[in-house]
């Protein structure tokens, strides 16, 4: 489970530099300068760096870790564009090929079009928004694309070409609604043609077995097909579907086995190479545990077919890895929430009978990120908290990271704007610019440590997947979010040191607010309703706290000079608000109640108000923000002794977007 970057998109925007988790300053390998944050933007997107202050703190065999970890990531690059689509694999081939041979005119306005149409699609892994999901049109001529191709002598399938230029087909990649069949409407490659939703369901349900107290992810790990009339799994593991790939990321966690800093560090990397060479699912909830209670040493990583956002039906998952470097200032102070768990469950809103009896296995640090790939890249969370199979969580516990170098590059690259035009008055706004970057980073960890670990699901009820379908991803955000939010505002956050007073809780209320109703609707091209599920979830929380405190005016929607504002006007009345959701959608979740988990979403968090939605693509249109924000990243140079050793590593950052592109093209693709 993750925590999408809430800067580019709510009202954390504010001045934050002094809240900074990693506030020790040091050289790294290109110079003793801060780097540059902002790289380039295009489109909707904007490129930023970010910076890996611990490294040269790191033992050779440290970083010999890292290296190896990262390459094992990237292994699995080309995994994660086929999922997204059958054709997508083809057509980055494409591009690029145009971008390293092509020598003609690179001014004209045809070419900038294809340009920045080409970096959507690699910052997307695919053709497909990476958020909205809808396909990105190009703005050029498939005649200026055939011209393209032919001068650096390359061709594209009939079919591929359709996918990129023919708006009817291919056109979304996750359809959510239920009104259709979401398979078949999918422009997703986890189900072969002819594969319908009923049939999806229909073979899983036989698989489920609710007296199984150590079920396992069904689907998590294969392509549904046709074959002869029957479904077949097509697996994906060492020679199965992708195991040319997969091979290559076995090749390199094996390196990292020999530098793993502990035992149980190597026994999880030997059980995820077991996993992968295997897959078996069963294998994976083997390493899950070992992973998960593997909390020693300054190096972690996430690595495999993890979270099922990709999926309508929340079954499969796309690929995706993680290499992490712990901060352990920042996770020092930030551990309280962690080990004060058992207190937050018991002093929950919750049905008593929902309440964990014993929270076991929480941690939470906060990190530094060294690499990612797959769906954790270009676009990437700021908070994990895993693994997802939650009677793993409830006997072994669960690991909850926060990125920090990553929220710190948001912080250093934002501004004020977005505040300044939706908060209701300069009390929000300096509330926001004090307390608004403290307040995003407590909501994270309450959300990952405390949010997704709480509660517990009724015996003989099947795991949310199944009971609750493609609504549990949502359902599960608004749960951990309410979490959040409900203890944020709690005495006991100031008694522990975590923040100075309840202004904290009351920025963090402010911005929810503001977002849910208002500023997340920038992402959404006019006509457009909510499908993604962080969205749909902060929509779902504050339409419903909106509406359900209107007796008491808890809430107040304001309009001045054509502008709508909302202004909190009982914080502990909303609190309890917050609390009063957070208690349902917990009794859903623990009493598989499909049917009033469809009414939650369906009523608050899939609808947009065209008027609302209008006023506010207006009034952000001259803030010119960019509602995505995405990175480049380090490389990693190994540096060799005379007898063939690695004697150190250097980690540079100097690529622009395109140029990493191309490099990870070359160095890293092992499915074409």
């Known amino acids: 489970m993750k925590i999408q970057n809430i800067l580019a998109f709510s009202s954390l925007l504010a001045l934050s530099a002094a809240c900074g988790d990693n506030a020790e300053t040091g050289e790294n390998d290109e110079n003793s300068k801060a780097m540059e944050t902002t790289v380039e933007r295009f489109a909707d997107v904007q490129i930023l760096r970010f910076e890996v202050l611990s490294w040269n703190k790191l033992s050779i065999k440290q970083k010999e870790l890292v290296y190896y970890l990262s390459q094992a990531g990237l292994a699995g690059r080309d995994i994660n564009y086929d999922q997204n689509n059958r054709f997508n694999l083809e057509i980055r081939r494409a591009l690029e090929a145009i971008h ?55 061709n594209l399938s009939p079919e591929a070409l359709d996918a990129i230029f023919d708006p009817n087909l291919e056109k979304k990649r996750k359809v959510k609604d239920s009104n259709v069949d979401m398979i078949v409407a999918s422009a997703n490659n986890f189900y072969g043609k002819g594969v319908t939703q009923k049939m999806v369901e229909d073979y899983y349900s036989a698989k489920q077995d609710l007296n199984d107290t150590t079920p396992v992810e069904w689907g998590l790990n294969s392509t549904l097909v046709l074959k002869k009339g029957k479904l077949v799994e097509e697996v994906w593991k060492s020679k199965g579907k992708y195991g040319l790939a997969i091979d290559q990321i076995i090749f390199w966690l094996r390196k990292a086995v020999k530098v793993a800093e502990n035992d149980q560090q190597a026994d999880a990397l030997k059980a995820l190479i077991k996993y992968y060479e295997t897959g078996s699912l069963k294998k994976w909830d083997e390493y899950n545990v070992l992973w998960a209670t593997a909390t020693k040493g300054d190096i972690d990583y996430i690595n495999g077919f993890i979270e099922t956002y990709g999926d309508a039906l929340g079954k499969r998952a796309n690929y995706e890895s993680v290499v992490q470097i712990n901060d352990f200032e920042a996770s020092k102070r930030m551990s309280l929430v962690a080990k004060n768990a058992q207190w937050f469950e018991d002093n929950s809103p919750l049905m008593p009978e929902h309440k964990k009896k014993k929270v076991v296995g929480v941690s939470y640090k906060v990190v530094e990120v060294a690499s990612e790939s797959g769906d954790a890249a270009p676009s990437t969370p700021i908070g994990v908290n895993l693994p997802n199979n939650n009677w793993i969580r409830e006997i072994h516990g669960s690991k909850s990271v926060s990125l920090g170098n990553i929220i710190e590059a948001y912080n250093k690259a934002g501004g004020p704007a977005l505040v300044e035009e939706f908060a209701n008055d300069q009390e929000e706004i300096d509330r926001a610019n004090k307390y608004g970057a403290l307040a995003g980073k407590m909501h994270t960890a309450l959300h990952e440590v405390v949010g997704h670990a709480s509660g517990q699901i009724n015996k003989g009820v099947g795991q949310p997947a199944e009971t609750l379908q493609n609504y549990a991803s949502t359902l599960e955000e608004a749960r951990a979010d309410l979490v959040g939010l409900y203890y944020i505002m709690d005495q006991k956050m100031v008694d522990l040191g975590l923040i100075e007073s309840l202004e904290v809780g009351k920025a963090e209320y402010d ?90 979403v369906e009523t608050y968090g899939v609808k947009v108000d065209p008027k609302i939605h209008s006023e506010v693509l207006r009034r952000v249109k001259p803030l010119n923000i960019a509602p995505y924000n995405g990175f480049v990243y380090p490389v990693f140079v190994p540096i060799m002794d005379d007898e063939g050793k690695i004697k150190d590593i250097k980690m540079e950052n100097k690529q622009s977007f395109i140029e990493q592109m191309l490099y990870y093209g070359k160095h890293n693709s092992f499915l074409y």
Do not use: C
């Not at 690179?106 to 928004?129: L, R």
């Open 511 to 600: 911005g929810y607010i503001r977002n849910g109703m208002l500023t997340q609707l920038q992402r959404l091209e006019k006509g457009q309703n909510l499908e993604e599920e962080h969205m749909q979830n902060r929509q779902l929380v504050s339409a419903w706290v909106f509406e359900k405190g209107q007796k008491d005016q808890v809430i107040e929607k304001i309009i001045r000079n054509g502008k709508t504002y909302y202004d909190i006007k009982d914080y502990k009345k909303l609190r309890v608000l917050f609390g009063d959701l957070l208690r349902e959608i917990q009794r859903i979740k623990s009493e598989g109640d499909y049917k009033a988990g469809k009414n939650l």
């Open 100 to 154: 390293e041979k092509y020598t003609g005119d690179k001014t004209t306005s045809e070419w900038k079009k294809f340009d920045e149409w080409s970096k959507q699609v690699f910052f997307s892994n695919g053709i497909h928004h990476h958020y909205s999901m809808d396909k990105i049109k190009p703005k050029f001529s498939p005649a200026y694309f055939d011209k393209l191709m032919k001068s650096v002598e390359h």
